[in-house]
């Protein structure tokens, strides 16, 4: 459970606001990439220049995912509820395998 509500409840309001294709397809570009610059800031301080990448990756992941809620035409869920954005890695592995 994530703070009181079950995972497959949070699952399911998150599938239900990410429906639109163009909004699935901005996700599925915009949430690896917002993966790998967490791993690039969290590495930054140990390698020279990381940072750069971190810094030019960072807004291009978010604004992907910006992008496709648009289209999708409903506010981020991670909006409403931080704990939407481990739900939004989830909700990607789905998306990957053809379950989303």
Known sequence: M???????QLMRQYMADHQNPTNKRMHLFGIPTVIVTIVLW???P???????????LT???????????RF???P?????????LLIGVAWWFRLIRGKA
């Open 72 to 74: 999708e035409g409903k």
């Open 59 to 69: 807004p291009i992941g978010i604004l992907l995912q910006l992008i496709g809620h």
């Open 42 to 44: 969290l590495l930054a």
């Open 2 to 8: 994530l703070g009181g509500r079950p995972y497959d």
């Open 46 to 56: 140990w390698f020279d220049g990381l940072w750069v990448w971190a810094l030019v």
């Open 76 to 84: 981020p869920s991670a909006s409403s509820d931080w704990r939407f």
